[in-house]
């Protein structure tokens, strides 16, 4: 009755968050008295997982899985719960994983708690805590079920190393053509740029801006500090930006290490979305602005001047500490 | 194409949000309620197929009659019958099989969802309903066509987006993008006086079980105040050896 845990890999690298819900499962683990056993699919590095207090990896090498499909995956997932007689499942809160567990919860009728910001707090009863109301509240909510998945927030829980040696032993699920039902045409995916769900640094843009023609600072900066760019709603709205950056309580949830907010007010609703992130910056032109009330650093300032200063000043302390 | 759209009762995006009864309850004095943004795009495109292809929309909510006049603002906007099942949706797994049933007994083709509800963030219903169902799902769907029994679909992914191809019987958990936000209705008299006249049907749950149960909430902590800096040379000293942020 190990403490499964599902490590997110992409092109068979593991994602950063993995080795964050490896983490996570082996805090449950010792709360439970047993051991950690991860479950990848097509990663290539499967011994790093021992660092982080992994002892055993179910690996999946399989072809028919090399291009991410929710029903496939959650089927081998599903499987792999039965092989270990596991009772906990621990799973990332990624747009991918958000996609597939409903499909394992639903089929083993096991009780799914997602946005879970700490280690358990008790096993017995099982209890965690979430948060909830789009982040403007939290749960301590209990899972009754037999088996149990938890979702870890992004950056909630962290990265805490624990040298464990793990084992890797081949894992070939069962899977039939209608697993793929849903099938997979084309991605179109910005390559070698953070995302907003991985990048440890967001940097974000509202009408301050005055147009999608503005947009060139914003992304100089967010280069200059390996940020992923994002949007307020309005922005995503006028059509300045792609949807894809619009965070906040409709939009994407942020939960980066540190959050750049530039010309952005800061609407209840985007203040929702982004207070999960560890470190705010508010650059604003108006000191009344909400935002400066939830923001640990702020500029009172034009960001057409702070930024191009910021972006030059940055450069200059990126290359001393290099 | 018989379409059902599940709408979730939720606060309004501007709420502040309070418990009640010793922090186990959410206090829903003074709060407005609202269709749930995710189904309210999702429901927008419902009308799209409604006017374009034919289709007929159905609603269906869990919850008490107090969701009644959001259900009524679902129907205004022209979907053309609602069904409510009396019950407090209070675990996803719970609202899944309520919504199951529905859908079984109505012989829908398309179920139209939202990616998650704003209030309790479980994202999980639809997901559990296409496999208590066998239906195909698209999650995160950023926009849908459907040809005859083939749906084409985008989702959103991190850093960008994927084309789906996959066919009815289809469940989707929508968000913007579906439809824009200038796309969305605002019911007119017309439609609220023909709302009134639209069957809300109410049904009593099926027996089912409950896999989760929050037990109390709590707000975040107050933040402290933000340190305001006049130039970006102290900022950079900040977020290097405060905050430890870069």
């Not at chain 2, 789906?164 to 929508?174: D, F, K, R, V």
Request: aromatic share 6%.
């Amino acid at each position: 009755m190990s403490v499964l845990v599902y490590t997110e890999s992409e092109n068979g690298k593991f994602k950063k968050n993995a080795f964050e819900v490896a983490s996570y499962a082996k805090a449950v683990a010792d709360q439970l008295g047993t051991s950690v056993t991860a479950i990848s699919i097509n990663a290539l590095e499967n011994d790093h997982l021992g660092a982080y207090g992994v002892s055993k990896v179910l690996n999946v090498s399989d072809d028919r899985l090399k291009t991410f499909n929710a029903k496939a995956f959650a089927n081998t997932i599903g499987q792999a719960i039965a092989k270990e007689n596991a009772t906990t499942l621990i799973v990332s809160s990624s747009t991918d994983t958000k996609f597939l567990i409903p499909l394992v919860a639903g089929k083993l009728n096991a009780g799914y708690v997602p946005n879970v910001v700490a280690a358990p707090q008790g096993t017995s009863p099982f209890m965690v805590k979430r948060s909830s109301f789009s982040n403007k509240g939290f749960a301590y909510t209990e899972i009754s079920s037999d088996v149990k998945i938890i979702g870890v927030s992004n950056n909630a829980y962290g990265v805490h190393e624990n040298a464990t040696s793990a084992a890797v032993e081949d894992f070939s699920p069962s899977l039939s053509e209608a697993d793929f039902s849903t099938k997979s045409i084309e991605i179109d995916k910005v390559v070698g740029k953070a995302t907003i769900a991985d990048a440890d640094i967001v940097v974000s843009a509202g009408r301050g801006m005055k147009g999608p023609e503005n947009w060139g600072m914003i992304e100089e900066l967010a280069e200059v500090l390996g940020a992923a760019t994002a949007c307020s709603k309005p922005v995503s709205d006028l059509g300045w930006r792609p949807h894809g950056e619009h965070v906040g309580q409709t939009g994407k949830p942020v939960a980066s290490n540190l959050y750049i907010a530039i010309g952005i007010s800061g609407a209840i609703q985007h203040l929702a979305g982004v207070s999960s992130s560890k470190t705010k910056v508010v650059i604003n032109t108006d000191p009344e602005a909400p935002f400066f009330k939830a923001a640990d650093y702020g500029i009172v300032g034009d960001a057409f001047e702070v930024i191009p200063q910021l972006i030059e000043k940055l450069k200059e302390f990126k290359a001393q500490n290099a | 194409m018989k379409i059902l759209v599940c709408i979730s009762n939720v606060p309004d995006t501007t709420s502040k949000i309070n418990f009640t009864d010793g922090d186990t309850k959410f206090d829903s004095n003074g709060v407005q309620f609202v269709i749930n943004p995710n189904d309210e795009f999702g429901l927008t495109r419902a009308m799209w197929f409604k006017e374009k292809q034919g289709a007929t929309v159905h609603v269906a909510n869990v919850g008490l009659a107090t969701t009644e006049p959001t259900i009524r603002k679902a129907l205004a906007i022209g979907a053309d019958e609602a069904i409510r099942i009396n019950a407090e949706p209070t675990d996803g797994f719970f609202v899944a099989q309520q919504l199951a049933e529905v859908v079984k007994n109505g012989g829908y083709d398309l179920v139209i969802a939202g990616r998650e509800s704003i209030d309790y963030n479980g994202g999980m219903v639809p997901g559990i309903l296409a496999t208590l169902l066998d239906m195909n799902f698209v999650n995160t769907c950023v926009s849908l066509e459907v040809d005859g029994t083939n749906a084409t679909a985008m989702r959103e992914i991190d850093g960008g987006k994927e084309k789906i191809a996959t066919s009815l019987p289809l469940i989707i958990g929508g968000q913007k993008g579906l439809v824009e936000e200038s796309d969305l209705r605002i019911p007119n008299m017309r439609g609220i006086m023909m709302a009134r006249k639209k069957a809300l049907n109410v049904v009593e749950p099926v027996d089912a079980s409950k896999a989760t149960q929050d037990t109390k909430f709590e707000k975040p902590e107050a933040k402290g105040a933000v340190k305001l800096v006049d130039n970006v040379d102290d900022l950079i000293n900040l977020l290097h050896n405060e905050a430890k942020a870069i």
